[in-house]
């Protein structure tokens, strides 16, 4: 029986003409060849699944082929150096995965064989994926080499974070950047290889798995070979959906929903009822976020700035929340737990004022008022203004506040006890840029409104009544044992 082959082995580009959405990185690559001006180091940086091992690949049987016309880049992959580049068998193709090879030791063994003569061509070609894995010592014993490199050697180092790499090696090497390929690009492919594959995909089945690929062809092909042979028929949105660990966007709706209005033990039943149909968890978390992602951007669109406010927070949760799905020991119970967070803030909600509206009277520190005081409001571009010179981190703590100036001091008014506290840990960032603003004599008072302590939290007469206790121990089959207070 034949070894099977996997889609995106068989259908990897041969040619670059199949390089799909990397136009600008093959013209200036077919250029070089054609031209005889090949550099000795390449640097091929961009996101995974985006053609960069694929484009090296196609530059060392280019630059061996020996049936490709002089004036053309495109090899012929009927001559022997092309059918061993293509086989994986080529001598002078020699791949290097610097996450397993990546200490000093690899690369005095990488040097010492460089001067050898090419066995087949007239270029030896080193392909070293993932090189910002290397080694700092590792990269010090190939920056020799690529000072001085043997005139029959060229050197391609792939990377997902070309940050990583030192900036003595970018130095030395053509730098190209790949792009994430779009969702028309990938379904074009995908649906080039159903055809040859004699496979029946029905639109928006092809469209999911686009969107879940994430500007990935590698991933995108992987997902449609998953799907092949677990489909008796034709692959439908709801089988790829459940084959894929996908939910569906209107449960994911009602989840959302349901954590938006406060709703903590109903989002934790949608969330089950999600998790019991097959979903995966960080498909979930992703969903959640895609949702809240469109509803951000149509609150912002309606100028509806307390809303935008609020989705803003709780997208900034799930962002946290997706990179820490993966990692934890019980992912679960960390998606329960921080929904069941997110929705018993929003229940806590005080009214927040619109853009142009009377300030709130004025407060003390506890929340009283204060006679006579008045206090102005400040211009929203100017806070606008000030948040955006922050960085992502401490913005995050600032996006719950309602600024007013009181004479030479920032009142910063904030709904949540969590954000209240976050917010003054992180004043010393934000100080510098509120005196450039308002001046260095200002001060800043950060101030909790007291229906966030009294009005909007209204306490059971006994724990067993709170519907968010009632659904930890109902989930747990536990019982209320003992009470104990958490402050903020």
């Not at 904030?414 to 308002?438: D, I, N, T």
Request: hydrophobic share 40%.
């Amino acid at each position: 029986m034949p070894e099977y082959q996997s889609l995106y082995r068989k259908y990897r580009s041969q040619t670059f003409a199949d390089l799909v959405g990397q136009d600008a990185s093959s013209r200036a690559l077919q250029g070089a060849i054609t031209s005889g001006r090949v550099a000795h180091a390449y640097l091929f940086s961009g996101s995974r699944g985006t053609g960069k091992t694929s484009a090296a690949r196609l530059l060392a049987k280019a630059l061996n082929c020996t049936g490709r016309p002089r004036d053309s880049a495109e090899p012929c992959n009927k001559c022997q150096s092309c059918v061993e580049v293509i086989a994986g068998s080529a001598l002078d193709l020699i791949e290097i995965d610097a996450a397993s090879n990546r200490g000093i030791d690899e690369i005095r063994d990488l040097r010492e064989k460089v001067n050898l003569s090419p066995a087949l061509g007239p270029y030896k070609v080193y392909i070293i994926d993932e090189a910002h894995m290397l080694t700092e010592p590792a990269f010090n014993a190939l920056l020799k080499t690529l000072e001085e490199p043997p005139a029959h050697v060229v050197f391609v180092l792939c990377t997902t974070d070309a940050q990583k790499i030192p900036l003595t090696v970018i130095g030395r090497c053509q730098q190209f950047v790949f792009r994430r390929h779009s969702e028309e690009q990938i379904i074009s492919r995908l649906t080039h290889i159903a055809k040859s594959e004699k496979v029946q995909v029905e639109p928006e089945a092809m469209r999911l798995i686009a969107r879940t690929a994430q500007g990935s062809m590698r991933d995108a092909v992987g997902l449609l070979d998953q799907l092949v042979p677990l489909a008796s028929g034709p692959i439908s949105l709801d089988g790829a959906r459940s084959l894929l660990g996908i939910a569906d966007p209107r449960l994911l709706d009602s989840l959302l929903d349901h954590v938006l209005a406060g709703q903590a033990a109903e989002a934790l039943t949608e969330l089950n009822r999600v998790y019991s149909e097959g979903a995966e968890l960080r498909q979930v978390v992703r969903g959640l976020m895609e949702g809240c992602r469109d509803r951000l951007v149509a609150s912002l669109t309606r100028h509806d700035q307390p809303t935008a406010r609020r989705l803003s927070t709780v997208l900034d949760a799930l962002l946290h929340l997706d990179g820490e799905v993966r990692r934890h020991a019980e992912p679960r119970l960390l998606v329960e737990a921080t929904l069941a967070r997110l929705a018993v803030e929003a229940g806590t909600d005080a009214p927040v004022l619109q853009e142009g509206s009377p300030p709130p009277e004025a407060r003390s520190a506890s929340g009283s008022p204060q006679g006579g005081e008045v206090k102005s409001p400040v211009p929203v571009s100017g806070w606008n203004e000030v948040l955006e010179k922050l960085n992502r981190t401490v913005r995050a703590a600032y996006l719950d506040a309602q600024p007013e100036v009181d004479g030479s001091v920032l009142v910063l008014w904030f709904r949540y006890g969590f954000h209240h506290k976050k917010a003054q840990e992180q004043s010393a960032q934000l100080m510098p840029h509120v005196r450039a603003w308002l001046g260095d004599d200002v001060k800043i008072d950060f101030r909790l409104r007291e229906n966030d302590a009294a009005k909007s939290t209204p306490r059971p007469a006994s724990p067993e009544d709170d519907p968010f206790v009632r659904e930890i121990v109902r989930r747990f089959d536990g019982r209320v044992t003992r009470v104990k207070e958490v402050s903020e």
